[in-house]
C-alpha cells in the first residue's frame, strides 16, 4: 500500500500545454509539499500546504498552482509548459507535530516538456 | 536562509569497504534537523539516517552511521561494509523547526565490484 502515490510518473508534452500531477498520501499526515528536481539532481521546494492552507510558496512562476482539496490530496496544475519546466517533480508529506522523523516522498513524476 | 554544502559531487568505493560523504550546513539555529536521503536508479526518495540537534549521541541505522559536530556545522555520512545496493545519489537535508527541508547537491556514490 503506497504512502505517497503520484500520479502520472510520466508525462511527456508538447510546449504550450496545460498538464496536471496529483498526489495523494494515506500517511494521515497534515503537511504536503512539491519539489522540484532539476537535471543536475538539485532539489528544490515550490509549495508546501498544511491543513489545505498553502503555507510556501517559493519563487515559482504564476503557470503553476498548487490545489489541496484535502489533507490528504495535493495536485499540481502547470499552465502553458515550457521547456525549462522540464524536470522531475516530487510529492511529498510530513507530520507537523513531528519534526524529526523528515519528509516521506513519493515516487516522482518526470515532466518531459518536447 | 540556510545552505546545505556536498562538496564531493562524485564517490567511489570498493564493494565491502568503507566510505564518507561529506556534508556541512549554514545556520544560525540552534534546534534543527539532519538528514540523509538516498536515490537509486528508481528515482524514489529514500529516508537512510537522521539526527536531531539537541542529541550529541551520533545516529546509526545497521551499516549507516553519521559523525554530527555541530560546532563545526559538520554531519558526515558513513557507510561500512558497502554493497552494490548502496550504490544512488546522497543527500544530506537541514531543517529548522517547521519550516522547509533544505537539500545540498548530493554526492554520486558508486560501488565497483
Known amino acids: 500500500d503506497t504512502a505517497v502515490s503520484q500520479t502520472p510518473k510520466y508525462l511527456v508534452t508538447q510546449m504550450g500545454n496545460d498538464k496536471s500531477i496529483k498526489c495523494e498520501q494515506n500517511l494521515g499526515h497534515d503537511t504536503m509539499y512539491w519539489y522540484k528536481q532539476d537535471s543536475k539532481k538539485f532539489l528544490k521546494i515550490m509549495f508546501s500546504?498544511?491543513?489545505?492552507?498553502?503555507?510556501i510558496n517559493e519563487t515559482v512562476p504564476n503557470r503553476f498552482s498548487p490545489k489541496s482539496p484535502d489533507k490528504a490530496h495535493l495536485n499540481l496544475h502547470i499552465n502553458s509548459l515550457e521547456l525549462g519546466d522540464s524536470a522531475v517533480y516530487f510529492c511529498?508529506?510530513?507530520?507537523?507535530?513531528?519534526?524529526?522523523?523528515?519528509?516521506?516522498f513519493g515516487s516522482g513524476t518526470r515532466l518531459t516538456v518536447v | 536562509a540556510q545552505t546545505v554544502t556536498q562538496s564531493q559531487p562524485e564517490m567511489s568505493v570498493q564493494e565491502a569497504e568503507t566510505v564518507t560523504l561529506s556534508c556541512t550546513y549554514d545556520t544560525s539555529e540552534s534546534d534543527y534537523y539532519l538528514f540523509w536521503y538516498k536515490q537509486p536508479p528508481s528515482r524514489q526518495m529514500i529516508l537512510v539516517i537522521r539526527?536531531?540537534?539537541?542529541?550529541?549521541q551520533n545516529a546509526t541505522e545497521n551499516r549507516f552511521s553519521v559523525n554530527f559536530q555541530k560546532a563545526a556545522k559538520s554531519f558526515s555520512l558513513k557507510i561500512s561494509d558497502s554493497q552494490l545496493g548502496d550504490a544512488a545519489m546522497y543527500f544530506c537535508?537541514?531543517?529548522?523547526?517547521?519550516?522547509?527541508?533544505?537539500f545540498g547537491t548530493g554526492t554520486r556514490l558508486t560501488i565497483i565490484p
Open positions: 539526527q536531531e540537534a539537541y542529541k550529541q
Open positions: 500546504y498544511n491543513n489545505k492552507e498553502l503555507i
Open positions: 537535508a537541514y531543517r529548522n523547526p517547521y519550516e522547509k527541508l533544505t
Open positions: 511529498a508529506s510530513s507530520q507537523a507535530a513531528r519534526q524529526a522523523y523528515g519528509y516521506t
